[in-house]
């Protein structure tokens, strides 16, 4: 089993910066790669951001592509989500999800694990 924290949500305006943090503990030696995903309201979840195990590939939605950065850090067992020029179609709760065996880094169903999420909120 393992278990996932996130923090650093908040309310944060338009163009704006936030970094959320993802604390991994329990079997954490099993090679996760790991991904942030995020929902607003009324809408399905969506994949955001995606990372190896390694660090050494990373994956992104169109939607965040250069403005957000995945990165992580295994001997802390945590792994980040810097987001910047953040706009309001930003907001939503956001969560990280824990994976071995991906075959689609963007799948929600192909991840093993998920933390209960924080939110955040861009105002215009």
């Known amino acids: 089993q393992v278990q996932l924290v996130e923090s650093g949500g908040g309310l944060v305006q338009a163009g704006g910066s936030l970094r959320l943090s993802c604390a991994a503990s329990?079997?954490?030696?099993?090679?996760?790669?790991m991904g942030w995903f995020r929902q607003a309201p009324g809408k399905e979840r969506e994949f955001v951001a995606a990372?190896?195990?390694?660090?050494?590939?990373?994956y992104y939605a169109d939607s965040v592509k250069g403005r957000f950065t995945i990165s992580r850090d295994n001997a802390k067992n945590t792994v980040y989500l810097q987001m910047n020029s953040l706009k309001p179609e930003d907001t939503a709760v956001y969560y990280c999800a824990a994976g071995r065996f991906l075959s689609s880094w963007s799948d929600d169903s192909e991840y093993d694990y998920w933390g209960q999420g924080t939110q955040v909120t861009v105002s215009s």
């Open positions: 990372i190896s195990w390694s660090g050494g590939s990373t």
């Open positions: 329990g079997r954490t030696g099993n090679n996760y790669a």
